[in-house]
């Protein structure tokens, strides 16, 4: 048992969060330790520093979804503009966020496009060895809130941009970050309606996410629904004359899991998924203001996860119909304006890429991997997929290490995943 050290010095990059620009100026000493589980794996596959020095700046933005993700949009369209890159900034409805897509290769034509999120979960409640926005290497990993979901990513594509600038692309590759996927896939569907309106085609679309370097062709689609009960409120002694909206909310969450069941037993299903039918469950309440009085109001919200070639609406109507034909009549004896309503709040497409379509191939022949997948997480991929551009989900690191405290990376897949950008590249100048 033991461990090698190697030592190597490198310049750091522009000053990130946290860096003093005299630090950031100065040639850093980097120290890699690797266990010897990673030994045995790959040890030639030590990281580009590059990527790995980009990750760790990026990380240390708080680019939590309820906040601006600006600051590292700004970053990295800064950086890009010094390397003669110009960048396309499309924002939210308030300003403070942003997506960003930028076209390396001067050759016209429909290009790839390599799509991450710059926005990441929140840490609250969590508890963390290291602080969250403060990037830490240890054992081989790199630690920190968006290491592995997904800046890493981001950091290979941007770390790669000098090579694909010097390599004579055939086609363009377009850089496409964007915000707010965490909650809701928000930001991808301006990106794409921002591309098409600036004539930007798009061949394919490879989006990051982590899947330890192997092809993923789908993944389910995801509808959040909301369900708002109006009832009539009442002293609770005369209870019988009002119209508790909690218990027909209660009511209909009952239909949804019975929803649920039914389509757990008869499907559709797909054997790719772990879970392999769909999926709705009831994940928020409110409702009612004390214990005395009868509630007027009450709201829940469920999701359904939905195989991405099934009848949602159909599904759905059963749920609109149980709503108005049974318990609505029901409620309207009592109370004429009582009600229920459904609204969909907020939908990220499922995504379903032809196995033998030709940006699977590529990603295969690029990961070297033959293996294809579905992964069980909706992504930005669904809203492209939904634009009719072929997408495939390859990344490195592994989805079980996102969203949790003390969330990491392992070097060696950062190291991989600045292997398969440069395959990229070699295909796109021969190609
Ligand atoms: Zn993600």
Redesign the pocket.
């Known amino acids: 048992m033991g461990f090698s050290r190697g030592l190597s010095v490198y310049p750091s990059a522009k000053p990130g969060p946290g860096e003093s620009r005299s630090d950031a100026s100065q040639a850093r000493l980097y120290f890699y330790f690797a266990v010897p589980q990673l030994l045995c794996r790959t040890s030639h596959t030590r990281p580009a520093m590059t990527s790995l020095d980009i990750a760790r700046t990026l990380i240390g933005f708080d680019t939590v979804s309820r906040n601006s993700n600006l600051g590292m949009i700004e970053w990295i369209r800064d950086r890009l503009a010094g390397q003669g890159v110009r960048s396309h900034l499309s924002y939210d409805d308030h300003g403070s966020k942003a997506n960003l897509l930028a076209t390396i290769g001067d050759r016209p034509g429909p290009g790839i496009a390599l799509s991450g ?1 710059t926005d990441v979960v929140p840490v609250d409640g969590q508890q963390w060895s290291s602080e969250p926005f403060k990037p830490e290497e240890r054992d081989g990993r790199l630690y920190g809130r968006g290491a592995v ?2 800046k890493s990513f981001i950091a290979c594509c941007l770390s790669a941009v000098p090579k694909m600038l010097a390599a004579p692309l055939t086609r363009p590759v377009h850089l496409a970050f964007t915000y707010d ?2 909650v809701g896939c928000l930001g991808a569907p301006r990106l794409i309606a921002d591309a098409r309106s600036r004539g930007v085609e798009l061949a394919g679309c490879i989006i990051g ?2 899947t330890g370097m192997q092809v993923m062709t789908g993944h389910k689609g995801m509808r959040v629904y909301r369900c708002n009960v109006l009832g009539r409120e009442m002293h609770s002694s005369l209870a019988p004359e009002g119209v508790n909206a909690i218990e027909y909310a209660a009511r209909m969450i009952e239909f949804v899991r019975t929803l649920a069941a039914e389509l757990r037993l008869n499907g559709p299903h797909d054997p790719c998924y772990s879970v392999p039918y769909p999926t709705l469950q009831t994940g928020l309440i409110r409702g009612g203001i004390a214990n005395n009085i009868v509630p007027r109001d009450c709201e829940f919200e469920f999701d359904f996860r939905y195989l991405p070639d099934m009848d949602v609406e159909a599904a759905v109507d059963r749920i609109r119909r149980f709503a108005r034909e049974t318990l609505e009549p029901e409620m309207r004896r009592i109370a004429p304006e009582a009600a229920i309503s459904l609204s969909l709040d907020h939908e990220a497409p499922g995504l379903l890429t032809r196995e033998d379509d030709r940006l699977t191939y590529l990603g295969t022949k690029l990961t070297g991997n033959k293996r294809i997948g579905r992964v069980p ?1 909706a ?1 930005d991929g669904g809203h492209f997929h939904l634009a009719g551009v072929p997408t495939i989900v390859v990344g490195p690191g592994s989805i079980s290490q ?1 969203h949790k405290p003390d969330e990491y990376i392992e070097l060696t897949q950062i190291a991989e995943c600045d292997a398969f950008v440069q395959r990229l590249i070699t295909h796109l100048t021969t190609n």
Request: proline fraction near 10%; avoid cysteine.
């Open positions: 999120h979901d997904m996927e965490e996410e982590p997480f992504t996102a």
